[in-house]
Nanobody, 129 residues
Framework: QVQLVESGGGLVQAGGSLRLSCAAS????????MGWFRQTPGKAREFVAA?????????DYADSLKGRFIISRDNAKNTAYLQMNSLKPEDSAVYYC?????????????????????WGQGTQVTVSS
């Protein structure tokens, strides 16, 4: 498994931006696909974005978030990022970073929480109106 630590959450006004970071250790970072999910109380964990292993050149996003959120990774720093722009109050949630050692070319494979074997503790994002 991988140890993941998220940071960068906080309180921001609607229309603002935040960048979340996810520092990884314990496994070759480049070989994992990295994902971001979010969760609000009483709801299931929701897929946000994923960056495929190695270069992260292949990405996947929740349709509702395309164009506002950008996932990236820096393998030299063992860190994944989630840039969140034009934030809305409905983006308020606990954001989780996850790592998957599995490989699949199936479309939207990494949108499923079950394919990830490691999770961070989460970071709270609150967007005020």
């Amino acid at each position: 498994q991988v140890q993941l630590v998220e940071s960068g959450g906080g309180l921001v006004q609607a229309g603002g931006s935040l960048r979340l970071s996810c520092a990884a250790s314990g496994r070759t970072f480049g070989s994992d696909t990295m994902g971001w999910f979010r969760q609000t109380p009483g709801k299931a964990r929701e897929f946000v974005a994923a960056a495929m292993r190695w270069t992260g050149g292949t990405t996947d996003y929740a349709d509702s978030l395309k164009g506002r959120f950008i996932i990236s990774r820096d393998n030299a720093k063992n860190t994944a990022y989630l840039q969140m722009n034009s934030l809305k109050p409905e983006d308020s949630a606990v954001y989780y970073c996850a790592a998957s050692g599995r490989y699949s070319s199936e479309k939207h494979y990494y949108s499923r929480p079950m394919v990830y074997d490691s999770w961070g503790q989460g970071t709270q994002v609150t967007v005020s109106s």
